[in-house]
């Protein structure tokens, strides 16, 4: 008798938990994305790895004094917080920590890791038990080209007890997204290439403005089987790096550095983050998790949180469309960013490749698209130009690709108010008002060349290499300059930047006023989306550095 009750009594409380349970990301885009294929259902036995966001505590304290340390104005201003007082402001409770070991526990996973600051889990178990702990979640392998993902085609769940404790569950959802790296083969022919030196007399770098203080250091993220090979870089250095002292050889490289061929991408950043950066201490951090059924952009966030020195600049080119993301992700994605805002650090993102986006809503009604962590109000983000005239190193002008717009998902914050709104109310032709949200987070912040690089990759300079990929460590590399000068001073470095670059009001800065980027409008796909303006606008953003000046500016 008595098995058969407790057979009826577990039949019953799992239907209950079933029926119960809580969706985290209800909002979350379990479609696969273009490009991956399906292969099939993985094996119960197989690992996956999981990653549980646990809620933090104090997240508006944290946010408030993320506003004062990066305010100038403020007596906090440059105030900021050890990894390990970050822990104490918003480290879980214990019953947050308790309530999650249980359920995990109770659902035999008990391989788990965590991090410094306490807030991630991350816990190896078979696909069987993740399915369980999951309700809703079924593993399967999809693959594009030479990677292989395994996620659920279908959403998770957490049971209700467990739901007030959790953001959300990685590992499931997300597929790998990075920013392209573009070939221009539009602009082949003669042409001014972008090199070290070119960029260096644009930006006003003389051979002294390099480097000097040991403790002063940069980085760059890459991800996807992104490698960079040493030698490349040093041959890069032999050929682009005269006339200024530079190192030619990175420092730390955080993660896994596969063999293989070099990835375009990431020897773009290494490069010209050191050229720019010129004797900076330069670290990579490299794809950190392999396991398939990680998000390689969140492995990083994870990083940050789990060392208690890292670099005081980062670039990183990934992003994903907004609207394919959770805003639960999103948001916890946005805390990771006041984390690092807190501790000193800059975090710089490309804005994109293409333009304000397009995406389709119904049959030939268009929106644009805004990209994530482009649209965070916690990043500072690069957009793109190129040279008026090809063959002169004299005025930029917008490149059409430069990402720009307004968010869907985070209001606009106070800091870029005023320059928002005088671009909208003095702007006359803008795009009609249902393609955008006038009421988002506005980007870019700044700019930089993004066409026509050159780039040594497996030991061979190639030409053309374009995107704000390319900008972004090029302006990344100069805050790090300013930094320099910031530490020898015995200063605070500049940490969360755009308090103190919108308060300049284009000071510093180059001011790009000519030309569109792309978009569409209804049916007409590469139309017009916004176009440059004086002072900030959506697609430049407050324009290109003018190194002696912007020191001077952000040296007080
Ligand atoms: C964080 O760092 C500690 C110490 O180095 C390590 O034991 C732990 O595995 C790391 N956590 C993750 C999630 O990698
Ligand atoms: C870029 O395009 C040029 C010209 O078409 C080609 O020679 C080169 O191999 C391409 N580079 C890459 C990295 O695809
Ligand atoms: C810096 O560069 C700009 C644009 O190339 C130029 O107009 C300016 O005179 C240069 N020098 C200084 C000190 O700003
Ligand atoms: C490069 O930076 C180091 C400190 O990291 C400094 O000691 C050295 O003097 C710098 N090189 C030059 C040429 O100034
Ligand atoms: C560099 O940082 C270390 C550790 O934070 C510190 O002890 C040292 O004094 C710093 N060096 C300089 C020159 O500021
Ligand atoms: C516009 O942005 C705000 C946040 O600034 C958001 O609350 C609102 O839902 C957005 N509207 C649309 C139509 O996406």
Redesign the pocket.
């Known amino acids: 008798m008595a098995p058969r009750i407790l057979f009826l009594g577990l039949l019953w409380m799992s239907l209950g938990a079933l029926a119960e349970s809580v969706h985290l990301e209800p909002d979350q885009s379990v479609r696969v994305p273009d490009g991956w294929r399906h292969v099939e259902r993985v094996d119960g036995s197989e690992d996956v790895i999981l990653t549980f966001a646990l809620k933090q505590q104090r997240v508006d304290k944290l946010k408030n004094l993320v506003d004062q340390v990066s305010d100038p104005r403020s007596q906090q201003y440059g105030h900021y917080l050890s990894l390990a007082e970050l822990s104490d402001l918003v480290g879980p409770s214990e019953e947050t920590l308790g309530t999650v070991r249980n359920w995990l526990e109770k659902h035999g996973i008990w391989d788990c890791l965590t991090v410094l600051t306490g807030d991630f889990l991350q816990c190896r178990t078979q696909a069987r038990n993740a399915e369980k702990l999951l309700p809703g979640a079924q593993f399967h392998r999809y693959v594009k080209g030479d990677l292989s993902v395994v996620r659920s085609g279908t959403p998770y769940s957490v049971s209700p007890q467990v739901a007030p404790h959790i953001d959300f569950v990685g590992g499931l959802h997300r597929f790998p997204s990075h920013r392209k790296v573009l070939?221009s083969?539009a602009a082949?022919g003669f042409h001014l290439g972008v090199t070290p030196t070119v960029l260096r007399q644009r930006y006003n770098l003389s051979a002294s403005d390099i480097g000097r203080h040991p403790n002063n250091s940069q980085g760059c993220a890459q991800f996807l089987e992104q490698y960079f090979h040493p030698a490349d870089l040093s041959e890069f250095m032999y050929l682009f790096g005269r006339g200024f002292s530079h190192h030619s050889e990175v420092d730390h490289v955080v993660g896994e550095q596969g063999g293989g061929r070099a990835g375009?991408e990431a020897s773009l950043d290494v490069e010209y983050i050191m050229s720019t950066g010129a004797n900076i201490s330069t670290w990579v951090f490299s794809n950190p998790g392999r396991h398939e059924s990680q998000e390689p952009f969140l492995q990083w966030m994870i990083l940050l949180s789990n060392m208690s020195s890292v670099p005081w600049v980062h670039t990183i080119s990934y992003g994903d469309d907004e609207d394919t993301l959770s805003v639960a992700f999103m948001q916890r994605i946005n805390v990771e960013f006041l984390k690092a805002a807190s501790r000193g650090l800059t975090i710089l993102f490309a804005s994109g490749d293409d333009g304000a986006g397009c995406r389709e809503v119904v049959k030939a009604k268009n929106v644009f698209r805004p990209s994530f962590p482009a649209s965070s109000p916690y990043v500072t983000t690069v957009g793109g130009t190129s040279f008026k005239n090809p063959f002169q190193v004299t005025r930029e002008v917008t490149d059409y690709i430069s990402g720009g717009g307004f968010s869907n998902v985070f209001p606009m914050p106070q800091y870029q108010v005023s320059a928002v709104s005088k671009y909208l109310q003095s702007t006359e032709k803008l795009p009609p008002e249902s393609y955008y949200n006038r009421s988002g987070r506005a980007y870019p912040d700044v700019a930089a060349l993004s066409d026509n690089y050159w780039v040594v990759?497996n030991r061979v300079p190639?030409p053309?290499v374009s995107g704000t990929s390319a900008s972004t460590p090029v302006f990344g590399g100069i805050i790090a300059l300013i930094n320099d000068h910031r530490l020898q001073k015995g200063l605070p470095t500049l940490g969360f930047l755009n308090p103190a670059l919108y308060a300049l009001k284009g000071d510093g800065l180059s001011d790009v006023t000519e030309g569109c980027h792309l978009s569409c409008i209804d049916d007409i796909v590469l139309g017009q989306g916004f176009c440059a303006t004086p002072s900030w606008d959506p697609v430049t953003g407050w324009g290109t550095p003018n190194f002696p000046e912007l020191l001077k500016a952000l040296l007080r």
């Open positions: 070939n083969t082949a375009l990759i190639v053309w």
